[in-house]
């Protein structure tokens, strides 16, 4: 157990649909990641956010956006779903903004778009 | 565009022989190697990483080695296990925190 939560486990939604994940980090952990991980495109980067600011943002489409709240936990929200979206969403934490060492992935959330 | 490429895509190997995934990437302003380890239905957890100002790291039956010249690095596991089989992923950080993995590799250790 990486000590990293996320919820849902599991979401099954619609095309055009909006659905929101949870992550709880590492307690102490100020840094949140977000990855999708589709089948075809492997793990893809999406944003980081350290201590309820954006810190770096990769292949993250303009429906999906993030939040950092002050309790440290993080939401990332996709709308307008779409097909493609269907994927596994992971979350991660490491201690500092720039992680030389561990980011630490939670168990993440699969999402299905019928 | 794939920053970083990995390969094989599958790999099997006898229990105690030797299990080597590549790596290769363009960007010389990486600055961070690590490896994932992903187990089914789990999240991918850190296995063991390298500075490009390092060409060897070694941790129990785990080696990276990495070639700055060749924009290369590998992961070697030693011994390997049934307990070993599982996808591992090579990835490389840039000086904007950004992180790029390779698609995987599907380790299987045959008993």
């Known amino acids: 157990d990486s000590g990293v939560t996320q919820t849902p486990k599991h979401l099954i939604t619609a095309t055009g649909q909006r659905v929101t994940l949870r992550c709880s980090p590492r307690?102490?952990?100020?840094?949140v990641y977000w990855y999708q991980q589709s089948l075809d495109q492997g793990l893809q980067f999406l944003i980081q956010?350290?201590?309820?600011?954006?810190?770096a943002k990769g292949n993250i489409l303009e429906r999906f956006s993030a939040q950092q709240f002050p309790d440290l936990h993080s939401e990332l929200n996709l709308s307008s779903l779409e097909l493609g979206d269907s994927a596994l969403y992971f979350c991660?934490?490491?201690?500092?903004?720039?992680?030389?060492?561990?980011?630490?992935f939670g168990p993440g959330t699969r999402l299905t778009v019928l | 565009q794939q920053q970083v490429k990995q390969s094989p895509q599958s790999l099997i190997v006898q229990k105690g022989g030797i299990s080597i995934i590549n790596c290769a990437y363009e960007?010389?302003?990486?600055?961070?190697f690590p490896w994932y380890q992903q187990f089914p239905g789990k999240g991918p957890a850190l296995l063991i990483a390298?500075?490009?100002?390092?060409s060897e790291k070694k941790e129990g039956r785990f080696t990276i080695s990495f070639n700055k010249s060749a924009k290369q690095f590998s992961l070697h596991i030693m011994d390997s296990q049934p307990g070993d089989s599982a996808t591992y992923f090579c990835?490389?950080?840039?000086?904007?925190?950004?992180?790029?993995f390779g698609t995987g590799t599907s380790l299987t250790v045959i008993p």
């Open positions: 956010y350290y201590n309820g600011e954006e810190r």
């Open positions: 960007n010389t302003a990486f600055d961070y």
């Open positions: 390298i500075r490009p100002d390092v």
């Open positions: 307690s102490g952990d100020l840094s």
């Open positions: 991660a934490s490491s201690p500092r903004q720039q992680s030389y060492n561990e980011q630490f």
């Open positions: 990835a490389a950080r840039d000086t904007g925190n950004q992180f790029y």
